[in-house]
Nanobody, 125 residues
Framework: VQVVESGGDSVQTGGSLRLSCKVS????????MGWFRQVPGKEREGIAR????????YYDDAVRGRFTISRDNAKRMLYLQMNSLKPEDTAMYYC???????????????????WGQGTQVIVSS
């Protein structure tokens, strides 16, 4: 299984970025997907997740209203549109996959099996 994130960059406060995640080696359409982020010295936190069909979406309070998660099963791609970025959004961003049989709704990192290497987002004031 290969999970590859891209799209991270340095932007100013108020800017936008679109992160992408390419998944191969599994039946992408059968997996829930999540976006997580981590800053040095802190635990990785889940910020958004989407079910295999795109019908069930959840956002953490920290990003709700500013970020949008989406997926294209035909392209095996997961996206995170990030608007109105703030300095506190600075982090390494990861996408991950969880099976339907798991507790994927919890957005706990231990539930998600397949991870990418991350893409860095830096938001300057």
């Amino acid at each position: 299984v290969q999970v590859v994130e891209s799209g991270g960059d340095s932007v100013q406060t108020g800017g936008s970025l679109r992160l992408s995640c390419k998944v191969s080696g599994l039946s992408f359409e059968d997996y829930a997907m999540g976006w997580f982020r981590q800053v040095p010295g802190k635990e990785r936190e889940g910020i958004a997740r989407i079910d295999w069909a795109g019908g069930s979406i959840y956002y953490d309070d920290a990003v709700r209203g500013r970020f949008t998660i989406s997926r294209d099963n035909a392209k095996r791609m997961l996206y995170l549109q990030m608007n109105s970025l703030k300095p506190e959004d600075t982090a390494m961003y990861y996408c991950a996959a969880a099976s339907q049989a798991s507790d994927w709704r919890s957005l706990r990192q231990e539930v998600y099996n397949f991870w990418g290497q991350g893409t860095q987002v830096i938001v300057s004031s």
